[in-house]
């Protein structure tokens, strides 16, 4: 008895793993999101730029503060100088001689702080871009997401045709076996091709679920057999065109990236100023020098001074060069100026291709229905005798139409509200 206890549990654990297993590798769309921007490198790269524009800014941060030199020589000479030595040496066999000096600007035409703020404001610019790399993966990653779901759905409506043109074959056979008419011959012949044309379609729709799984694998870094769940459904936004596109304005990232870097602009004509005005800086230090034999110049001397650097002449290039960063300038403002206006344009074709795809689901489900009930009319029909074989493969074709275009249109007005968040800037937010 217990050996037969034993026995049952090992069987019944054995069929529930499986199960267990099939059940780890169960995504939903948000474990896709945050697998794609945990681990996709394209979202690395940009976390890259972020560290990058942040290590910028402590380099900014240095030109403020006193630089430090320190320098130290050993020079062996062939002979001292006059030869053979005396009481007035001025070059000795051996010297060594050390330095360190401090310098600390004071004054430079306002370039170092405009650098600062340059590289502050490029560090809020990279961060803008990281946000919009993450919105524009979350976008790939659901079009890939719903793309395994919309394999899948075919592969269920595929194999649903090919059960009915299975079913429509054994009915023609029966009555090809009842009735050995010519008519009835052609019946099954043409019901044995559109069998074997049903098998081909389910076994390409089940190669789209493996390509389409791998395209998510791809940004995901999620398992290649991954199984998938649908995901609950999206709520259309409510506002108006105007509300949407005036949204699209407060939210996008890269319009307030462009209004920065007409800031960061107007920064770099400061800094180019900047390295043509007169430059003032403190100087300290000290020197020792050491020499074998001893002349009468080595000794220890501590400085400390002024030093003050005034451009006279320099051929016309400050004023090509702020010229030049004036136009950069005004160049960042008509871009920001176009991308406001083509904000605009992205937030009316995503809100047009939404109300278009909703249109499409509502005629696609009304079509269904009128697909299906003529089937079910149709097969009634054919099986009393009262309708040809080619009625009923006629109205299976098109029901099996009409489940693809409402499932298409389905998950295409998903990816159309995804879509329009994308536009206005609020996707993941």
Not at 101 to 128: F, H
Not at 224 to 230: C, G, K, L, S, T
Not at 279 to 295: E, K, L, M
């Amino acid at each position: 008895m217990k050996l037969m206890r034993t026995a049952i549990l090992v069987l019944l654990f054995s069929g529930l793993a499986p199960w267990i297993y099939a059940g780890d590798k169960v995504y939903t769309i948000d474990d896709a999101y945050r697998a794609a921007l945990g681990e996709n490198e394209i979202v690395k790269i940009a976390e890259e730029d972020v560290m990058q524009a942040g290590d910028r800014v402590d380099q900014a941060w240095t030109d403020l503060y006193p630089r430090i030199v320190a320098q130290g020589a050993y020079t062996h000479f062939n002979d001292t100088l006059p030869p053979g030595g005396g009481a007035f040496l001025f070059q000795p066999l051996d010297q060594y001689q050390a330095s360190l000096v401090l310098t600390q600007p004071l004054y430079t035409g306002g370039r170092t702080l405009a650098a600062l703020r340059t590289a502050q404001k490029m560090r809020e610019t990279s961060s803008g871009s990281l946000s919009l790399t993450r919105q524009d993966m979350m976008l790939s990653v659901a079009e890939a997401y719903y793309g395994v779901l919309k394999a899948q759905q075919r592969v269920e409506i595929s194999r649903r045709s090919l059960e009915r043109m299975e079913h429509h074959r054994e009915t023609t056979e029966r009555e090809a076996a009842t009735r050995k008419t010519k008519a009835n011959q052609s019946a099954l012949l043409r019901a044995n091709s559109l069998v074997s044309q049903a098998r081909i379609l389910l076994v390409r729709a089940q190669d789209d679920v493996k390509i389409a799984r791998d395209r998510l694998s791809l940004l995901t870094k999620l398992p290649a057999d991954m199984q998938v769940v649908e995901p609950p459904l999206l709520d259309q936004p409510s506002e108006g065109l105007e509300d949407l596109q005036k949204t699209a304005l407060a939210n996008r990232v890269d319009y307030t990236n462009s209004k920065i870097n007409k800031s960061i602009a107007e920064e770099n004509v400061a800094i180019v100023k900047g390295g043509h005005l007169p430059q003032f800086a403190a100087v300290a230090g000290a020197q020792y020098q050491d020499s074998q034999p001893a002349i009468f110049t080595d000794s220890t001397t501590y400085y400390a001074g002024l030093r003050l650097t005034i451009p006279i002449f320099e051929g016309g290039l400050m004023n090509a060069e702020v010229s030049e960063a004036r136009s950069k300038v005004r160049q960042a403002e008509l871009s920001s100026d176009f991308l406001r206006k083509s904000i605009g344009s992205d937030v009316h074709e995503a809100y047009v291709n939404l109300q278009t795809t909703t249109s499409v689901l509502d005629t696609a489900k009304l079509g269904l229905e009128y697909a299906k009930g003529n089937y079910e009319a149709v097969e009634g029909l054919f099986v009393e005798g009262l309708l040809a074989s080619l009625s009923l493969i006629d109205a299976e074709q098109a029901f099996t139409i009409a489940e693809r275009e409402v499932m298409n249109a389905s998950y295409e007005r998903q990816l159309a509200i995804l879509r329009l968040k994308k536009a206005t800037g609020t996707l993941g937010k």
